[in-house]
């Protein structure tokens, strides 16, 4: 690409965005916007439909953490039960989570019931050290769990000082819990028993995408930091008989020791007979295969197919797995953000070549527009067949980002395949 071409796709890109962020504070209801690639015959075609599920922004609170899973066919005519967590943050602190909350949908989204405090998911009091701490379940990911008919939801633990204050180092654990959909409760968050206490003193799940195999073991990455050492981060076999997830046992530690903290916020998915996992670091995201989803090959930068690096840092990139595609969603630098903290919004989407593993820059699609929050902390919910939904909310820190516009909105962008995803049931 020349200098006069690339010149000409940043003030397209850049009047996109524009356009974006006027179409949502002008109407921020439901926003539906074509996409790129619904013109091109070779790939997936979808639509975008953006919508708020909720919000929250009172100078002292917001929502963070917005994650959703389905019951099939619970929902109105069929449809499923749409079941929703977020986290409360306390803006005065530092991923300070005081509680648990839900919402849920039977219409797809037309309307949501009002946030309600999840009291089996509140934080509880433990023994740490011999002092009384206050520790949060958070980072909560509920996924469909089909071998058990269960909606199984995974995530890690925070163990706080007495103030509620995130000190290191500290335990971590992976918790989980289970959903009774007849009494439209969770039962209360349990840790996942992990087999060597030392090396997994700092371990979860939290805000990792797993993978569920056809017979019903779970794929569960989570990081972990020995002691002295940079993060690390694995995946776990795991059984579950939709009550309890037992560790079974995990594969290739990936490590890297430079000055970073390391590794974490992985997510797995399966494409094409191969597995796919993407990783967070404090400089730049990381991609790496499988054959088994255990045995992973060496991590590798994310670039785009042009050779020049994604630009996401210091965040999550999940993915969004269509039959015919593979998309990764993610945040990067370069896009008119450098106000927004880490670079965390605009919401990107693009299709990935699954042989070189990077992205493919003409596919690259704004999912939620940038309003001065952060968008880094989010989910994907295979919804149906025809719809894939990608829930975040507007992280309202640091002070003043409101002036950009945000609000505190919890988004729910709607991906709507006009080809039929046949990896979902």
């Known amino acids: 690409m020349n200098l006069a071409e690339s010149k000409k796709k940043s003030i397209k890109a850049i009047e996109r965005r524009t356009f974006l962020r006027t179409s949502l504070i002008g109407s921020i209801s439901l926003v539906s916007i074509p996409s790129f690639l619904s013109c091109r015959k070779k790939e997936p075609r ?8 909720a919000k929250l922004f009172d100078g002292e609170k917001c929502w963070c953490h ?9 929902g109105e005519q069929g449809n499923p039960r749409v079941v929703m967590t977020m986290n409360s ?33 509140a934080p509880r009091f433990e023994i740490i050290t011999g002092i009384n701490r206050p520790v949060a379940a958070s980072d909560f990911w509920p996924k469909w769990h089909a071998a058990s008919s269960s909606l199984l939801g995974t995530g890690h633990t925070v ?30 968050w349990r840790k996942l028993k992990m087999p060597d206490d030392e090396k997994f003193y700092n371990s979860g799940a939290g805000s990792m995408q797993r993978f569920d195999l056809e017979d019903g073991t779970i794929l569960l990455p989570i990081s972990f930091r020995p002691p002295g050492k940079n993060s690390r981060v694995t995946v776990c076999r795991c059984s579950f008989n939709g009550k309890s997830v037992e560790y079974q046992n995990h594969g290739t530690e990936l490590e890297l020791n430079d000055e970073t903290r390391g590794l974490g ?40 197919d042009d050779g020049i690096e994604l630009g996401n840092y210091n965040t999550q990139q999940h993915w969004v797995t269509h039959s015919e595609g593979l998309f990764l969603i993610y945040t ?9 903290f880490r670079h965390r919004a605009p919401l990107f989407m693009a299709r990935v070549d699954t042989k070189t593993l990077q992205v493919i820059r003409g596919t690259e699609e704004i999912l939620v527009p940038e309003r001065g929050a952060r968008l880094g902390n989010f989910g994907i919910t295979d919804i149906n067949k025809n ?27 709607k991906i709507r395949w006009t080809k039929p995803n046949r990896l979902v049931n």
């Not at 530092?94 to 037309?110: A, E, P």
Request: hydrophobic share 35%; no cysteine; charged share 25%.
């Open 66 to 74: 917005p994650r959703a899973g389905i019951i099939p066919g619970d």
């Open 46 to 53: 979808y639509l975008l439909d953006l919508n708020v599920a």
């Open 265 to 304: 916020e992985t997510s797995l998915t399966r494409f094409n007979g191969e597995y796919f996992m993407t990783i967070r670091n404090d400089k730049k995201g990381f991609v790496t295969r499988s054959k088994d989803g255990l045995h992973f090959e060496q991590i590798q930068p994310w670039t785009f």
């Open 387 to 413: 719809e894939t939904w990608v829930t975040v909310a507007e992280w309202m820190q640091p002070r003043g980002v409101e002036k950009y516009g945000s609000d505190g909105s919890v988004f729910v962008a």
């Open 159 to 188: 163990a706080y000082t007495p103030d509620w204050k995130v000190t290191n180092p500290r335990p971590r654990h992976t918790s989980f819990s289970v959903y009774d959909a007849k009494l439209e409760k969770w039962a209360d």
């Open 89 to 121: 943050l306390d803006l005065a602190g530092s991923d300070v989570y005081r509680g648990m909350f839900g919402l849920i949908t039977n219409n797809l989204g037309k309307s949501w019931t009002d946030p309600a405090e999840l009291q089996t998911l």
């Open 332 to 340: 990067r630098r370069g896009a008119d953000n450098d106000h927004v």
